[in-house]
């Protein structure tokens, strides 16, 4: 898969040594800060994200995820500062691959989840991560180019989602490991965060159809803005009734993380619709935008 080139403003921006990347991203944010927009925008993200689960974090997380926001705008530009995060647990993905059956890891877009992948890529061999047709078009906005440059550092495979199921599931069968996000629009009915969303089941189903371990990644944050990643041990789908079973499972897991760190999760809105409404768009497709 060809791999998205920089336009000139994305070098322009990518130009900015990395030791003025504080710099750049305070002088944003307090510009941001004064925006009504955006100011509102990061209270509904976090209002729809926290409102059942912890209300009474919804206001310190609005104004954290206004600065993440920033944050992650800028780092995409610079690989070098997101791609290095230290990994726990990578033995266990090395397991899930001496078994021979592929591997799917399963990640939410939680944390700088392009420099994630990226990270993972470079403390193991490098796999493939499936994304929406839209990032790897010619016509790509430049803050997906970015997107896919950034995942891509340090060789993962970007896998455009429309190659379809069958395909996928043949990779796996191949033994290859895929990067799934797991919190794309579906129909699925699942509780996360003390609400009910509508999620999809896809990279559930491909564990499943392939018999492939499922290993999750988790973000983390510490106090100091630290960033590092987590590997969970591997989850062998067999061991859940149905796809949905295993999504439920696989979401789940991951509260923990988010609530750790509920600024850092990109959009919440846009990764889950709700019972309430029609679902944001597609149906049980193995990925949505990364």
């Known amino acids: 898969m060809p791999l ?7 070098r322009a921006r990518s130009a900015v040594p990395d030791a003025l990347v504080p710099l750049v991203v305070r002088t944003r944010i307090r510009a941001k800060q004064r925006k009504t927009s955006a100011v509102a925008r990061a209270r509904r993200e976090m209002e729809f994200l926290l409102g059942a689960a912890r209300p009474e974090d919804v206001e310190r997380a609005s104004r954290a995820y206004l600065e993440r926001d920033v944050w992650r705008s800028e780092l995409r530009y610079h690989p070098r500062l997101i791609t290095s995060m230290p990994v726990e647990n990578v033995a266990a993905l ?17 944390g700088h989840y392009e420099g994630a992948t990226a990270s993972v890529c470079k403390v193991a061999p490098p796999f493939s991560i499936v994304v929406s047709p839209d990032m790897l078009a010619p ?21 455009d989602a429309g190659v379809g199921a069958k ?3 043949g990779m796996l069968q191949r033994g290859d490991v895929l990067g799934i996000a797991t919190d794309v629009p579906g129909t699925t009915r699942l509780p996360f965060l003390g609400q009910e969303r509508l999620g ?11 018999n492939s371990p499922v290993v999750m990644l988790f973000a983390r944050c510490e106090s100091d803005g630290t960033l590092w990643l987590e590997l969970s041990d591997p989850v062998e789908p067999t061991d859940f009734s149905s796809p949905d079973a295993l ?6 897991a991951q509260e923990p993380a988010v609530l750790a760190w509920p600024e850092g999760y990109h959009q919440p809105t846009l990764r889950w619709g709700t019972v309430e409404t029609d679902p944001p768009g597609g149906d049980e497709t193995a990925s949505g935008r990364t």
């Not at 090395?94 to 939680?110: P, Q, W, Y």
């Not at 016509?139 to 896998?159: C, E, K, M, W, Y």
Request: no cysteine.
């Open 94 to 110: 090395e397991r899930a691959r001496s078994l021979g059956r592929g591997v799917v890891l399963s990640f939410l877009h939680h």
């Open 247 to 252: 999504l439920g499972h696989l979401i789940t």
């Open 167 to 169: 395909a996928m599931v």
């Open 139 to 159: 016509d790509a906005p430049s803050f997906l180019r970015q997107h896919v440059i950034t995942g891509s550092a340090t060789g993962a495979n970007p896998i």
């Open 200 to 210: 999809s089941s896809g990279a559930a189903r491909l564990a499943l159809g392939a």
């Open 4 to 10: 998205q080139t920089a336009t000139p403003s994305m």
